[in-house]
């Protein structure tokens, strides 16, 4: 019986405390939502945040890549959110999504725009706890005035480098 609650004190107990990993501070992550007023793929000064925006961080098992965690946001005026995750997700991989735009004319979701990579964690010598996630993005239905200008200056750039 003591052999028995020695393998219980050494290796359950430590498993399950792990299983919950709970940090004193929550980690914060933040990023922004556009929408892509050109269909460039990519932010231009015709760019426009998207307010009320949903967002979603989401982390999933390594092995199994089944869904372990999930919390829901939304963004501000300003096209930021902000979402506090209380647990450490060391062993997993976690991104920021894009879920839905408040914007009827903007919500096809930018391909490869649509997530960030995120670190939650606390273990990786990362001093913060705001973990800052890539720009995201819907585009517009249709492009608006002026875009072809700002495509061209785009073009014009490239070939000169």
């Known amino acids: 019986m ?31 939502v ?5 269909r460039a793929g990519f932010e231009t000064p015709k760019s426009q945040c998207v307010p009320d925006a949903t ?8 092995k199994t890549d089944q869904v372990v965690y999930e919390r829901e946001g939304y963004t501000d005026k300003a096209g930021n959110y902000q979402i ?7 062993d997993q991989i976690c991104d920021a999504v894009l879920m839905k735009s ?10 490869g725009r649509e997530r960030a990579r995120v670190i939650l964690t606390n273990y990786n010598g990362i001093a913060s706890t705001t973990r800052y996630a890539n720009a ?3 585009m517009a ?3 608006e005035a002026g875009c072809a200008e700002i495509m061209k200056m785009h073009q014009e750039n490239e070939e000169g480098v």
């Open 136 to 138: 995201m993005g819907f």
């Open 84 to 90: 506090p995750v209380h647990e450490d997700h060391w």
């Open 102 to 111: 408040s914007q009827l004319d903007c919500a096809t979701m930018t391909p």
């Open 141 to 143: 239905d249709e492009p």
């Open 34 to 38: 556009y929408c892509e007023r050109c």
């Open 2 to 32: 003591a052999k028995v609650l020695l393998l219980v004190a050494l290796f359950v107990l430590p498993a399950l405390v792990s299983a919950t990993r709970m940090v004193k501070n929550p980690l914060m992550v933040q990023g922004h």
């Open 55 to 62: 967002v979603k961080v989401v982390c999933r098992d390594r």
